[in-house]
């Protein structure tokens, strides 16, 4: 089985096709690190030959997979043309576990900038989206029309358009969009500690994406899902001629070409990721603006659902409970978050174990930090016994309960008085019933997050 740092996981589409019969897939990555949330995301993809035990190690994504092996990538070419000749590829920003996105130069007129951002969709994500499996376009268009002077509209990723195109492996469908910066992981890296965010930087960052999901709940009717410091970028604010600048002084490159006739009877060429600078961004970030992306996981907020959701370490408890769920699941997400980027760790630490699932451990957590599961919760969860006595008690042993304010403290990263009025908020968006957590909208009036 081939995976990409846990990225395909919880697909809600089917593959195109049946598994490539010769070879193997697997990946490493540092990602796996469940007790490190913010660590650099580094992803090795290998494909394995089960007869001889021969690897080929990709350069970025694997661009030899094809849609009925799940994936389908575009191999773009540096200086390609999309968009019936609108558009000029010029650099790779990154990819991703269903597409890759590109810097591209607009000729004419056709867009309100001189540079675009280009997502572009593999085959098989393609198919999803025709399938409607994956709502990425039609969430994107909602945004774009919804409210657009709705304060949080301004940290979402804003559409520009919706082109075709196609490669040898099939077609892919292309999504145009502003240019943004590094996400936060990147962003975490340039701060003087390289761990965690200063606290007026983090209240920043919470209220911009508290406001972003305001909008999605409130004026699009819909949950993101999959709110994460990967789908955190930095709003750049630049000139057309920095760009230009950027590009002459740092040209667009590619890796050497790799031959490998058992996958391909071409050269197998991958061009380099090479995301942009922070332009605009202040030294000490006061003045940063970000931007909440990637919707291709969102879902109508009316349609109650009890399916998997969310990454493992971010998953709101009536998700892993089987209680039917809806926004309320992207302010748990929040809280997780808060804890991260005030301490650069995970606020549910797992360790694996052989004798307990990683849903199990995940609930302990829950309990020894934020509190007793409320009965008349666990009453509504179509898997209570899966995990909970008849008594109401979790099946595991050893709980040591640990206050949140004990949590922040251990980590000697913040001031005796920032600690308790910090806790408080985190237990706010970690309410474990849903129903009675807070909004987005009454979080935003929360009074941590005054002059933030």
């Not at 989206?129 to 945004?143: A, H, M, P, W, Y």
């Not at 920043?204 to 709940?217: E, F, G, M, P, S």
């Not at 992306?293 to 399916?307: F, H, K, L, M, W």
């Not at 403290?409 to 908020?425: G, L, N, Q």
Request: proline fraction near 7%; charge should be negative; glycine fraction near 6%.
């Amino acid at each position: 089985m081939f995976i990409i740092a846990n990225s395909l996981r919880g697909a809600r589409w089917k593959s195109l096709g049946r598994t490539f019969p010769r070879f193997t897939f697997t990946s490493t990555s540092l990602a796996r690190d469940i007790k490190r949330p913010l660590d650099d995301p580094f992803v090795r993809v290998q494909i394995n030959d089960k007869d001889d035990g021969e690897e080929f190690v990709c350069d970025e994504e694997p661009l030899v997979l094809s849609p009925e092996q799940g994936f389908g990538y575009y191999p773009i070419t540096l200086g390609q043309h999309f968009g019936e000749g609108k558009l000029e590829i010029v650099r790779k920003l990154g990819w991703a576990g269903n597409s890759n996105v590109w810097l591209a130069r607009t000729l004419g007129n056709a867009y309100p900038a001189k540079y675009v951002a280009v997502k572009v969709l593999t085959v098989n994500a393609t198919a999803g989206v025709v399938q409607g499996f994956l709502r990425e376009v039609d969430s994107l268009k909602t945004i774009k029309t919804a409210n657009p002077d709705y304060p949080g509209r301004q940290h979402c990723l804003h559409l520009y358009d919706i082109i075709a195109e196609k490669s040898r492996h099939g077609p892919h469908i292309c999504i145009v969009t502003n240019v943004l910066g590094v996400n936060l992981i990147g962003l975490r890296n340039l701060q003087p500690s390289g761990r965690a965010f200063p606290i007026p930087v983090t209240k920043r960052i919470v209220k911009q994406t508290l406001l972003a999901l305001d909008y999605l709940h409130r004026e699009c009717g819909f949950v993101h899902t999959d709110v994460k410091p990967d789908n955190v970028l930095i709003c750049v604010d630049y000139e057309d001629e920095a760009i230009t600048r950027l590009l002459e002084e740092t040209p667009s490159v590619a890796y050497e070409p790799r031959f490998e006739l058992t996958l391909s009877p071409e050269p197998i060429i991958t061009v380099k990721s090479q995301p942009l600078p922070n332009f605009g961004l202040r030294e000490d970030v006061s003045n940063l603006k970000i931007c909440l992306i990637d919707y291709g996981q969102a879902t109508p907020a009316n349609e109650r659902r009890v399916e998997l959701a969310q990454p493992l370490l971010l998953r709101a408890p009536e998700v892993t409970l089987g209680h039917e769920w809806s926004t309320p699941i992207d302010v748990w997400s929040m809280g997780c978050l808060v804890f991260e980027y005030l301490t650069g760790a995970a606020m549910f630490q797992l360790s694996e174990s052989s004798s307990i699932s990683v849903e199990n451990l995940c609930l302990q957590r829950i309990l020894e930090h934020i509190g007793p599961f409320p009965p008349s919760f666990l009453e509504r969860c179509q898997h209570r016994s899966d995990f909970f006595d008849e008594q109401g008690s979790l099946r595991v042993h050893n709980l040591i309960p640990q206050p949140m304010e004990s949590c922040l403290r251990a980590y000697k990263v913040m001031d005796e008085k920032d600690i308790i009025p910090a806790a408080a908020f985190i237990r706010k968006c970690l309410t474990i019933d849903p129903h009675a957590r807070p909004t987005a909208l009454e979080l935003l009036d929360d009074e941590w997050l005054k002059n933030a």
